[in-house]
């Protein structure tokens, strides 16, 4: 089984054409870092994710987890990652029920405890029979998201995690990702929310035009100190 203690991007590139959404981006994380990715709309940030997930190849550099390339870890180190996208991979006409098991049993998973458990801390215990496609935005949300936590991943990888929550959800997902990275996961997320990043966050990635310009801790003058580093990139 992979272990997943580090991960590990060495001079890492991205092209689509000749765009470049990452140029020579060098960032490790470990084990109960919990680093959020911030930085203006087009920076490269969710293109890091994809390529953090092996869903985007490097156009050069590498993508090391614990020392070893994902094309030597094979399906076991994809069994160790959990994602949530832009597209949050539900089915609208199942209900939250049903697509939970169906990812549960996709990961071998005992569909009643994990689905059940996912309900409850997405708070959708009481709708869990609906249609999904008939909820708010923050509920599908909330639903992703413990649809991307089901097999307990190693590495969390979220995109926006936030987007559409109001703010008693924003907290309990804050109180949940903390809990992930405490308990030993490596979580990475992209966020355009500076409050979000400031409480949430051990580390603070700064991207700009898909260069990693700062790596910083989170906390305190997040603001101040990220507005100092983009006014100069």
């Given at each position: 089984m992979v272990?997943l203690?580090q991960v590990?991007?060495?001079d890492?590139?991205?092209?689509?054409?000749r765009r470049r959404?990452?140029?020579h981006?060098t960032?490790?994380?470990s084990?109960g870092?919990?680093v959020?990715?911030?930085?203006?709309?087009?920076?490269?940030k969710?293109t890091?994710?994809?390529?953090l997930a092996?869903l985007v190849?490097?156009?050069?550099?590498?993508?090391?987890?614990?020392g070893r390339?994902?094309?030597s870890l094979?399906?076991?180190?994809?069994a160790?990652?959990g994602l949530?996208a832009h597209?949050?991979h539900?089915?609208?006409?199942?209900?939250?029920?049903q697509?939970?098991?169906?990812?549960?049993r996709l990961y071998?998973?005992d569909a009643?405890?994990?689905?059940?458990?996912?309900?409850?801390a997405?708070?959708?215990?009481e709708?869990?029979?609906e249609d999904?496609g008939r909820?708010?935005r923050g509920?599908r949300?909330?639903?992703?998201i413990?649809?991307?936590?089901?097999?307990r991943?190693k590495?969390?990888l979220?995109?926006?995690?936030?987007?559409?929550?109001?703010?008693?959800?924003?907290?309990l997902v804050?109180?949940?990702l903390k809990?992930?990275?405490?308990?030993g996961a490596i979580?990475l997320?992209a966020?355009?929310?500076l409050?979000?990043a400031?409480?949430?966050?051990?580390?603070v990635?700064v991207?700009?035009g898909g260069?990693?310009i700062?790596?910083?801790?989170?906390?305190?003058?997040?603001r101040?100190?990220?507005?100092a580093v983009?006014?100069?990139?």
């Open positions: 272990q203690d590990q991007l060495v890492v590139s991205r092209h689509f054409g959404a990452v140029s981006v960032l490790t994380a084990r870092d919990l959020a990715l911030v930085g203006p709309n087009g920076a490269g969710s890091l994710l994809g390529m092996t190849t490097p156009t050069s550099g590498t993508i090391r987890y614990d390339e994902a094309r094979g399906a076991g180190l994809r160790q990652i949530l597209d949050l539900l089915y609208a006409e199942l209900s939250a029920r697509n939970l098991t169906l990812f549960a071998g998973l009643g405890t994990s689905v059940e458990n996912a309900l409850q997405a708070g959708l215990s709708r869990a029979d999904v909820y708010s509920m949300q909330r639903l992703a413990e649809r991307a936590l089901l097999h991943p590495l969390v979220l995109d926006e995690p936030f987007t559409g929550l109001d703010d008693q959800a924003a907290r804050t109180e949940r809990a992930l990275a405490a308990d979580v997320l966020t355009h929310d409050e979000v400031a409480d949430l966050a051990t580390r990635a991207v700009v260069r990693l700062a790596d910083e801790s989170g906390g305190h003058d997040l101040r100190r990220y507005r983009v006014g100069n990139a």
